[in-house]
């Protein structure tokens, strides 16, 4: 009976240390080129093919789109065109290893002030010495954290929705210690997960399983909690946000998240927040159950001349489940 156990037990280690190189494993996708939009170009930045869509008049104020984490220029299809008819120079783009832009890359920026310093390097190539900038979710802390590095490139800042929470400020609860309304780009798996996944089966066996069960279908019904109503997910916007899995080497890109460093976020302190003199304008949805509404409201007691406005009905998403609401209050805070 010993012998027998003893076997099994080795079949399953060849199992576990073989068995993932027998599976092929070729790449995955199309080039992201082939998914652009007409008007859609890449630039390099820091060696990085950087995703951009720009619209309106090129002498028209610049107005910076920073999308959230996971997502891409796609979150803003309802607001880069009315920005341009009304005359600015509307320009989104995707964030390294988001949307169309690479996936794989040792530049790609993760940490806050990482995430920042790439934002200005954009705009150096787009020759943009100063801009509006308007951040979702994890755009809106990068929109943050730029603002307190770079105070002298920003005309006004647009938190949507923003994770931006002072690193001083005690974690709220439920967040587990971790997050709580920070900028981060990597998942952060537990240190004992990430040193599993550093072994050569393992992580051939971790990408096997993120085409098997990283789906759109998958993503979609992740995502259908940010909104306020599910249903607003059409199949049009379930499309949209699953470009970017098409895109040869997404799955790596997924992996290396999550085997990114744990949440460790550069230190942006009440102070520096409270500092922020450029006109700010704050957005939220009441029924935001991924950032909830109080980041937003700690945001406007830092900043009390702020623009500050809810949407009932709302969730993490106004742009999108608001978004004429949205965008007149937008371009009134523009005009202001």
Known sequence: MLKWLLRIVIVLILVIL???FL????PLGVEAATLA???????EVDGLSTYVLARGPADGTPVLLLHGWGASTFTWRDQIDVLAEAGYRAIAFDRPPYGLSAKTGDNIPYSPSALAAFTAKVMDQLELPNAVLVGQSQGGGVVGYFTVQYPERVQKAVFVSGALRPTDDPLPEGSGGRGGGRVGGALGLPSWAVGLLQFPAFERWARLGIRA?????????????AYHDPNFMTTDIQAGYARQLQVIGWDEALLNQ???????????TAAQISAISAPVMIVWGEDDTW????????LYELLPEAT???YPDVGHLPQEE???AFNADLLAFLAS
């Open 18 to 20: 073989i068995g993932p």
């Open 23 to 26: 599976i092929p494993l070729p």
């Open 37 to 43: 939009d007409p008007d859609g170009f890449f630039i």
């Open 213 to 225: 069960f990283v789906t759109p279908d998958f993503t979609t019904n992740i995502l259908r909690s």
């Open 258 to 268: 999550l085997t990114g460093s744990t949440f460790q976020p550069d230190p942006i």
């Open 291 to 298: 950032l909830p509404v109080s980041v937003g409201q700690r």
């Open 308 to 310: 500050y406005i809810t």
């Open 322 to 324: 608001a978004a004429p």
